[in-house]
């Protein structure tokens, strides 16, 4: 029988239910069970495909092509399972599945409402988890011990009441002992009374009891742990017991999060509350987490990019970059730098830097940041790294301050620019709709055989997730073999650039792809890996030559 494990917050957003979820999730797969995961959102876009990352952050893409939730990131980190797309629904897409389905006449004339329609979907898609996808072979499925399930937003807010109707049927449906239901709360610190209170946890509980819900388990987030006398309070108000109020005060680093959970006895709680046995096996994350604690190198790396107020839509970027830092025992200082305006891009703060990464990114802002920034990586030998839109970038600096053409562009920017050196796909082309359209998912590559991305990968052939719709124009490839730029990595069938790099260069590598996506804390993307590596020994070189 599948455990079911849901995430409630409350009092406020933004708490860390996605880090909650994706540290049980670890602490349960260390103990031997097989884990999977998905966030439910309430809000209306069917997918966050088509939101802006300035206010929803992150686009995380799955191996299957679903542009998700960040919070899929955090799980996949965490819990180094590859998720789906299936890992990921909101009320729009609910709604949707609903509506054609009536379309389809699928209720046979019957009044279409929020329950049981609604919620009867919402069940009808934490069911699917632990059940074969249709599309796939379904011998090949193992089905999971456990799936958690995240409902995004907090407590109260009007969407997420289908969700919440729906989890508490859904006890009901698999039985009690097969539920968790673990709430998240905010314990706020009242500074001039130096007290910690519990009136917004009380509150919050109240609000989830009015659905008919009475939280298993009590997660407090606050800057410093609870008291065991706050402890004892919440759970005489909240009705649960004092062991099952577990603290989760802000750490230092988000990987510790699993390792100050398990001390405090949340995963043995849960599986107390599940009849799970065995015993977590934590060796790997306690010397994860003892390598950030002794990182004797740093390097300072230029992020830049045009979402950087809101950091979190770079957030794989950024634990990527980390995670090749853990493995070099080296710090990652990470410099936002605003690719906006090219006439106050600072060049003065790129020599600062020991490295640098332009990111993906949609649309003309920023462009002439980002080129700028590429020439000045390749004329100093920094290394740089471009994801996607950062290797387009790359292109077009090279296009037209080495090749000499000048005006180059990418059809997305300047349609009639007279050398469009990037340009839409052809499959592309007829598309019209947003939304789940782009050239998404994890494509093959073949590298060459005498590349620094061949060195780098150690294989032939490699896979990595994509999000985009331009490419580089193959009408250009004999124009750029000039001895010096390669296109170190192609589509399979050789019609797709998919990694650039220069000869001459220590590494200035660029990818259509976003190999963000399948870093691990403990199995660093080989990319970033390298880069940091590549920083590091640019760093000391750079030393010497002033020494
Ligand atoms: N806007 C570019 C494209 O669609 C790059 C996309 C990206 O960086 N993810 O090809």
């Not at 379904?138 to 409902?151: A, G, M, Q, R, Y």
């Not at 789940?436 to 780098?456: F, N, P």
């Amino acid at each position: 029988m599948i455990k079911y494990i849901f995430i409630t917050g409350g009092v406020a957003s933004s708490l860390g239910k996605g880090l909650t979820g994706a540290a049980l999730g670890r602490l349960l797969k260390s103990r031997g069970h097989k884990i999977t995961m998905q966030k439910l959102d309430p809000y209306i876009n069917v997918d966050p495909g088509t939101m802006n990352p300035f206010e929803h952050g992150e686009v995380f893409v799955t191996e299957d092509g679903g542009e998700t939730d960040l919070d899929l990131g955090h799980y996949e980190r965490f819990i180094d399972e590859n998720l789906t797309k299936r890992s990921n629904a909101t009320t729009g897409s609910i709604y949707s599945n609903v509506i054609e389905a009536e379309r389809q006449g699928t209720f046979l004339g019957k009044t279409v409402q929020v329950i049981p329609h609604i919620t009867d979907e919402i069940k009808r898609h934490i069911f699917a988890l632990g059940q074969a996808p249709e599309t796939s072979d379904s011998k090949k499925f193992t089905p999971p011990d456990v799936v958690i399930t995240e409902i995004g937003g907090t407590v109260g807010d009007i969407e997420i009441l289908p969700f919440l109707e729906a989890i508490r049927q859904f006890r009901l449906e698999v039985g009690r002992e097969n539920v968790c239901y673990v709430h998240l709360t905010l314990v706020p610190y009242i500074a001039p009374s130096g007290e910690q209170k519990t009136k917004p946890t009380q509150h919050s509980v109240t609000e989830l009891r009015s659905r008919g819900i009475q939280p298993d388990v009590i997660v407090c987030r606050s800057t410093e742990p609870v008291s065991d006398g706050i402890r004892e309070k919440i759970s005489r108000q909240c009705d649960v017991p004092t062991e099952n109020v577990i603290n989760m005060a802000d750490a230092k680093n988000i990987y510790e999060i699993p390792l100050l959970l398990h001390k405090d006895g949340f995963d043995s709680v849960v599986c107390k509350i599940l009849g799970l046995s065995g015993t977590a096996s934590l060796e790997e994350w306690y010397e994860l987490c003892q390598t950030t604690e002794e990182l004797t190198e740093k390097v300072k790396i230029g992020v830049i990019g045009k979402y950087i107020d809101l950091v979190d839509a770079y957030l794989s970027v950024v634990e990527s970059l980390r995670h090749g830092g853990f493995h070099n025992r080296c710090a990652v200082e990470i410099e936002w730098i605003s690719s906006d305006d090219p006439k106050d891009f600072d060049i003065n703060r790129l020599s600062q830097l020991d490295g640098m990464v332009i990111p993906g990114g949609f649309g003309e802002r920023g462009i002439e940041g980002k080129v700028l920034a590429a020439k000045f990586a390749r004329e100093n030998n920094l290394p740089c790294l471009g994801l996607c839109l950062g290797m387009q970038a790359m292109t077009i600096e090279y296009a037209r301050n080495v090749l000499g053409l000048s005006g180059a562009n990418s059809t997305e920017f300047d349609s009639k620019t007279e050398h469009p050196v990037i340009d839409l796909m052809e499959t592309q082309k007829d598309v019209t709709q947003k939304g789940g359209t782009m050239r998404l998912g994890a494509y093959e590559a073949k590298l060459d055989r005498k590349s620094q991305v061949r060195e780098i990968y150690r294989s032939d052939i490699v896979e990595e997730r994509h999000r985009h719709r331009y490419e580089f124009n193959p009408k250009y490839s004999k124009k750029f073999d000039d001895g010096n730029f390669v296109c170190s990595g192609k589509s399979p069938d050789g019609k797709l650039v998919e990694f650039i790099e220069l000869a001459s260069h220590p590494y200035w590598i660029g990818t259509q792809a976003h190999p963000e996506f399948t870093s691990r804390p403990n199995r660093p993307a080989p990319l970033f890996l390298a880069f940091i590596e590549a920083t590091i020994s640019q760093k000391s070189l750079f030393q010497k030559s002033v020494a």
